[in-house]
């Protein structure tokens, strides 16, 4: 039995976990700073970076003493944390106070990349995903259809060209005047919404490509609601979702049909998405796993997860491992 403490702060939540085994999660603590970017719109790195700073100490301690963890480390084999990609002193918050920690302890130290953490993420579900397996990564960051063929082995088949979708969730909201984040506030619009009151492009069509793009669809947007007589805004934030989630489906099914994929595993921030969800269990001739609701947005028990596995394999990092902003999967 294993049991790891997983910190990740690369934006805008302080996520700070301990997981058993990289599937049991014992203790799980969010610090969400949602409420305080809110007023500009989206995140501003400088006070994201307070914030964690801020918060950070309180977090970890009220965790360890949830998962009644000893005063030296007793009981926890290893402390992981985001690497990167992220926002630089968010990263660097989270990195330090892991690195600290197992300096003092005498543990392990493991660096995660943020993007292996999501993917982990569907294994805190009730039916962990076995490898090989196709990965539909959707995040605020990322758009990418992966394949996976063994732990921590990724090749990337299809990325976004501009936008990601979440950036374009979050864009479109703007447009529409929904509030930060724009993934949940569109969403909780379009139940209200006709999806086929617009006909918004798809992205990429292109047969030879795996490739995603979301630029043209956030453009599409704002010109329809340039119109004098647009539809009502539900109906505009049920047309984008449905365009911008039809984009998915139509990549992933190419994807799964090139690499003959059996499993495919949703990962990401957009995960949460409830007709992302439904479409992808009901539409495709693979076994799906969704991460469990709680853990799509960032939190520390994927980051724990997926920091087990890279133990078992003996890749841990030591005092030297510097936050990486843009690290590659
Ligand atoms: O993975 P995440 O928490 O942070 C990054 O790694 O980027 O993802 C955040 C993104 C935001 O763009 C947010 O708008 C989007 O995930 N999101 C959603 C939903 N919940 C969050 N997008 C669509 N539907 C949702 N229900
Ligand atoms: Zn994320």
């Not at 329809?224 to 990549?251: G, M, N, R, T, W």
Request: glycine share 10%; proline share 6%.
């Amino acid at each position: 039995m294993s049991r790891i403490l997983g910190i990740e702060s690369s934006c805008d939540e302080t996520g700070v976990a301990v997981v058993e085994d990289g599937r049991r999660v014992i203790v799980d603590e969010v610090a969400s700073q949602i409420d305080i970017h809110r007023v500009f719109g989206g995140v501003v790195p400088e006070i994201a970076s307070r914030q964690h700073t801020q918060i950070i100490s309180q977090i970890v301690g009220d965790t360890l003493r949830q998962a009644e963890i000893g005063p030296r480390g007793e009981g926890l084999d290893a402390i992981a944390a985001t690497r990167g990609p992220g926002l630089m002193g968010s990263l660097l918050v989270g990195l330090s106070f892991a690195k600290a920690l197992a300096y003092t302890w005498e543990k392990p130290f493991i660096p995660v990349h943020h993007i292996e953490g999501h993917l982990f993420s569907a294994f805190l579900g009730d039916e962990p995903p076995e490898f090989p397996f196709l990965a539909l990564v959707v995040s605020g960051g990322h758009t990418q259809l992966v394949q996976c063929d063994r732990p921590h082995h990724y090749e990337i088949l299809g990325a976004t060209r501009d936008d990601a979708i979440g950036e374009s969730f979050d864009k479109v909201a703007r447009l529409l005047g929904l509030p930060y984040p724009g993934g949940p506030s569109i969403q909780a619009a379009a139940e209200e919404g006709d999806p086929k009151a617009i006909k918004f492009p798809r992205g990429m069509r292109s047969r030879n490509s795996l490739d995603f793009s979301y630029s043209g669809l956030k453009t599409a947007v704002l010109y329809a609601l340039q119109e004098e007589d647009h539809p009502p805004l539900a109906d505009v934030a049920a047309s984008f979702q449905a365009a911008a989630v039809d984009a998915l489906l139509i990549k992933t099914r190419q994807a799964i049909a090139q690499v003959r994929a059996k499993r495919l595993v949703l990962a990401g921030g957009v995960a949460a998405n409830r007709l992302l969800r439904q479409r992808l269990m009901e539409e495709l001739d693979v076994k799906v796993y969704l991460p469990p609701l709680k853990y799509c947005i960032d939190n520390g028990a994927m980051i724990a997860a997926a920091a087990h596995s890279r133990l078992l394999h003996g890749h841990v990092g030591d005092m030297r491992t510097t936050p990486e902003p843009s690290l590659a999967l």
